[in-house]
């Protein structure tokens, strides 16, 4: 059974930082596209970062590259997001997401929330301004 597990989040003032981690278990994480996704009050999902484990492959959503960086730990089988100046648009559930890397994880990344399979329940992060 494929389980991830969130935790990091939390209220931040404007500028300040947070790091996320997932940590996950139950399937191939050595070969596995995983992301970061977050999701604001009456907002549709959207991507903020993702990693093919298997070669470290990294890919950002233009609103956020250049303060957050998305990371992997593998013999923790945990992926983290560092949240550097953070905004109030910033604050949203984030969700950490995974899918077998079949398909090349730029594709999957390109397609957004639905080509992942596996989520996480989510952690809030609050930015005050």
């Known amino acids: 059974q494929v389980q991830l597990v969130e935790s990091g989040g939390g209220s931040v003032q404007a500028g300040g930082s947070l790091r996320l981690s997932c940590a996950a278990s139950?399937?191939?994480?050595?070969?596995?596209?995983m992301g970061w996704f977050r999701q604001a009050p009456g907002k549709e999902r959207e991507g903020v970062a993702a990693?093919?484990?298997?070669?470290?492959?990294?890919y950002y959503a233009t609103s956020v590259k250049d303060r957050f960086t998305i990371s992997q730990d593998n013999a923790k089988n945990t992926v983290y997001l560092q949240m550097n100046s953070l905004k109030p648009e910033d604050t949203a559930m984030y969700y950490c997401?995974?899918?077998?890397?079949?398909?090349?994880?730029?594709?999957?990344?390109?397609?957004?929330?639905?080509?992942?399979?596996?989520w996480g329940q989510g952690t809030q992060v609050t930015v005050s301004s």
């Open positions: 997401a995974a899918d077998r890397a079949s398909a090349r994880c730029s594709w999957k990344w390109s397609q957004g929330p639905g080509a992942f399979g596996y």
């Open positions: 139950g399937y191939t994480y050595s070969s596995a596209c």
């Open positions: 990693i093919w484990t298997a070669t470290g492959s990294k």
